[in-house]
């Protein structure tokens, strides 16, 4: 649990092929963490409530909308837990392909988010057509 980690361990390691970004302090890291957690939580809630069917019967559709909504949910709770490695082990805030610092502002609307833009667009699939 995230809860279990102090502040110490939030601490950015400096032996990045990059020079950390001074505005990702213990206290930054810490509210990170605990947006992320509130997530997580979140998504078990979700998770636990798709996993009972509606009340009375349940249409194909509905089931498919249920299947896709609990796809999503694991999806999104798989890739909250990987940020939270990376806050253990103080990869948080960097990207997972180039190293290189995640801008705050990128952080700060998803804490949770592996990867620079860049690398981003480059593993993007593109659209069926």
Same mark, same amino acid.
């Given at each position: 649990?995230?809860?279990?980690?102090?502040?110490?361990?939030?601490?950015?390691?400096?032996?990045?092929?990059?020079?950390?970004?001074?505005?990702?302090?213990?206290?930054?890291?810490?509210?990170?963490?605990?947006?992320?957690?509130?997530?997580?939580?979140?998504?078990?809630?979700?998770? !636990? @409530?798709?996993?009972?069917? &509606?009340? +009375?019967?349940?249409?194909?559709?509905?089931?498919?909308? %249920?299947? *896709?909504? $609990?796809?999503?949910?694991?999806?999104?709770?798989?890739?909250?837990? !990987? @940020?939270?490695?990376?806050? &253990?082990? +103080?990869?948080?805030?960097?990207?997972?392909?180039?190293? %290189?610092? *995640?801008? $705050?502002?990128?952080?700060?609307?998803?804490?949770?988010?592996?990867?620079?833009?860049?690398?981003?667009?480059?593993?993007?699939?593109?659209?069926?057509?």
């Amino acid at each position: 649990m995230l809860s279990s980690l102090s502040l110490e361990n939030l601490m950015i390691d400096t032996q990045y092929k990059y020079a950390p970004d001074p505005t990702l302090d213990a206290e930054r890291l810490a509210t990170f963490a605990a947006r992320i957690e509130q997530h997580m939580q979140f998504r078990r809630d979700q998770l !636990a @409530a798709d996993m009972v069917p &509606s009340p +009375g019967h349940e249409t194909d559709v509905d089931r498919e909308i %249920r299947e *896709l909504l $609990t796809r999503a949910a694991r999806t999104a709770l798989s890739e909250l837990r !990987a @940020a939270h490695e990376r806050l &253990s082990d +103080g990869t948080f805030g960097r990207c997972i392909d180039c190293s %290189r610092q *995640l801008p $705050t502002e990128r952080l700060e609307a998803l804490p949770w988010v592996p990867r620079c833009i860049t690398c981003h667009r480059a593993t993007a699939t593109e659209p069926d057509g």
